[in-house]
T-cell receptor
Framework: DAKTTQPPSMDCAEGRAANLPCNHS???????VYWYRQIHSQGPQYIIH???NNETNEMASLIITEDRKSSTLILPHATLRDTAVYYC????????????????FGQGTILTVHP | DAGVTQSPTHLIKTRGQHVTLRCSPI?????VSWYQQVLGQGPQFIFQ???????GRGNFPDRFSARQFPNYSSELNVNALLLGDSALYLC??????????????FGPGTRLTVL
């Protein structure tokens, strides 16, 4: 799986958008970009994933560059409860169509949302 | 619907002992993965099981073993415990899609302390 690079920490004011960057310059064609977050002492929580196109769900938006070498997770209106470690993960899928469960977590970005 | 459940929540063992951790996946999920998270690090992949067969193994010694039962629940076993095995052990379940991506749902984890 491709390696990802994230800033170790970021701050954001409550109510503002939080934009978390991730570099994955060695990503290959069949690899998805996943974002998970982990609030202190809890299990990681899935946020969003994408392959090529930008994606949006009720939690966040994922912007993937055209060359797929980087992406940005956007939390449109950050709240104090969004304070967590955010992990950007690139995970391969079997070309035959069945998926493989391994997620390779890095150190992630500690996002702190301030009042 | 119930999420992924793990038992016990906390466990204290001494060096050399054996431990068994249990995981029940989300209803309908056939794949279970195990991760180890030591303090200050991201989760590290240990095993993935699907349909009672091991489908993936991380870089862990043979002291670590697992199995999956017909109801898709799973056990992680660790023999000859070392101090370094102290960690949060996470279980994640997923559907085994043929579309090539694989959202994983994590349980709350079992906190293992080895003295």
């Amino acid at each position: 799986d491709a390696k990802t690079t994230q800033p170790p920490s970021m701050d954001c004011a409550e109510g503002r958008a939080a934009n978390l960057p991730c570099n994955h310059s060695t990503i290959s064609g069949n690899e998805y970009v996943y974002w998970y977050r982990q609030i202190h002492s809890q299990g990681p929580q899935y946020i969003i994933h994408g392959l090529k196109n930008n994606e949006t769900n009720e939690m966040a938006s994922l912007i993937i560059t055209e060359d797929r070498k980087s992406s940005t997770l956007i939390l449109p209106h950050a709240t104090l409860r969004d304070t967590a470690v955010y992990y950007c993960i690139v995970s391969s899928a079997n070309a035959g169509g069945t998926s493989y469960g391994k997620l390779t977590f890095g150190q992630g970005t500690i996002l702190t949302v301030h009042p | 619907d119930a999420g992924v459940t793990q038992s016990p929540t906390h466990l204290i063992k001494t060096r050399g002992q054996h431990v068994t951790l249990r995981c029940s996946p989300i209803s309908g999920h056939k794949s279970v993965s195990w991760y180890q998270q030591v303090l200050g690090q991201g989760p590290q992949f240990i095993f993935q099981y699907y349909e009672k067969e091991e489908r993936g193994r991380g870089n862990f010694p043979d002291r670590f073993s697992a199995r999956q039962f017909p109801n898709y629940s799973s056990e992680l076993n660790v023999n000859a415990l070392l101090l370094g095995d102290s960690a949060l052990y996470l279980c994640a379940s997923s559907l085994y899609y043929s579309s090539g991506y694989n959202e994983q749902f994590f349980g709350p984890g079992t906190r293992l302390t080895v003295l």
